[in-house]
C-alpha cells in the first residue's frame, strides 16, 4: 500500500508600508537619517512576518494529530524530580524512534527517527526542569548543541468545544524535525505612487505552505494528575 500527503498553499499575508515625500527629504537631514528609514522600512515588516509565522506554525503544531504519554503525580513532584522525570522520558522516547515502527506517526507506517534528528518544542518553564547535561548524552552532542534542539513555545493549546484553550497539560512535544513542513510560495515586493497623497505605497507579500507530516515520529509528553 501507498499513502500520500496532499499540501496546497495556505498563507498568504500582505504587509503595507507607506512613506511620504516629508519623511524621504529629513532623511537626508542627518548623517544617519536615510540608514535609519531603510532599516524602519525593512524592519516592520520582518517583525510582522516573523511574528505571523510563529503563530502559524503554533496553531499548527497544536494541531497536528499524534501520540501521547503522561507522568503520574507531575504537579505533586519537586523541581528535582520533575526534571529527573521529565529528562529520563525524553530520553526513553527518543531511543525508542531509533527503532522501525508505526506507533509513533500519524499515518502508521513504519518509520524511525534518529536522535540527532529529533527536536523538541518546550515551554519556558518547562524547559528549566530538563536536564540538558543529560541530554546531551542522548544526542551524542555537546550542551550548546543540544539546547538549539530545544524550540521554545510560549504556551500549547487544544480545541474544547470549538475553541481555542490553553493545553495547560502538555509539557513538551518530542518529534522529528521534519513534522513542520514549510515552504515559501511567495516572497516579494510591489510599490506604487500615490500622486494625490505625495507618497509610496510599498506592499510586501509573503505566501507559504504550511503543513504536519503524517509521516514522521511525535510525541506529546503531559503532565498527569
Not at 157 to 175: H, P, R
Amino acid at each position: 500500500n501507498v499513502k500520500v500527503e496532499y499540501y496546497s498553499e495556505n498563507i498568504r499575508n500582505k504587509y503595507k508600508m507607506t512613506i511620504s515625500n516629508q519623511q524621504l527629504k529629513k532623511a537626508f537631514m542627518t548623517e544617519d537619517g536615510l540608514h535609519k528609514l531603510v532599516n524602519m522600512m525593512m524592519v516592520a515588516p520582518l517583525n510582522s512576518a516573523q511574528y505571523d509565522e510563529f503563530i502559524a506554525m503554533k496553531k499548527l503544531i497544536n494541531t497536528i494529530d499524534m501520540a501521547s504519554v503522561k507522568i503520574d503525580g507531575y504537579s505533586a513532584l519537586s523541581d528535582l524530580e520533575k526534571a529527573k522525570h521529565l529528562t529520563k522520558l525524553i530520553k526513553e522516547q527518543m531511543y525508542k524512534f531509533q527503532f522501525l515502527g508505526k506507533g509513533y506517526n500519524k499515518q502508521a507506517v513504519n518509520t524511525f527517527c534518529m536522535p540527532e534528528d529529533v527536536v523538541i518544542f518546550v515551554k519556558p518553564e518547562v524547559k528549566a526542569n530538563i536536564d540538558v547535561e543529560l541530554l546531551a548524552s542522548a544526542f551524542h552532542m555537546d550542551k550548546a548543541e543540544v539546547d538549539g534542539r530545544l524550540l521554545l513555545i510560549d504556551s500549547f493549546t487544544k480545541n474544547s468545544g470549538g475553541e481555542e484553550v490553553e493545553d495547560t497539560e502538555t509539557l513538551c512535544i518530542v518529534a522529528d524535525k521534519d513534522l513542520i513542513q514549510y515552504y515559501d510560495t511567495l516572497n516579494e515586493t510591489e510599490s506604487f505612487r500615490n500622486a494625490d497623497r505625495l507618497t509610496t505605497n510599498i506592499f510586501h507579500h509573503r505566501w507559504a505552505v504550511a503543513y504536519g507530516c503524517g509521516f514522521v515520529n511525535a510525541l506529546k509528553i503531559k503532565a498527569g494528575e
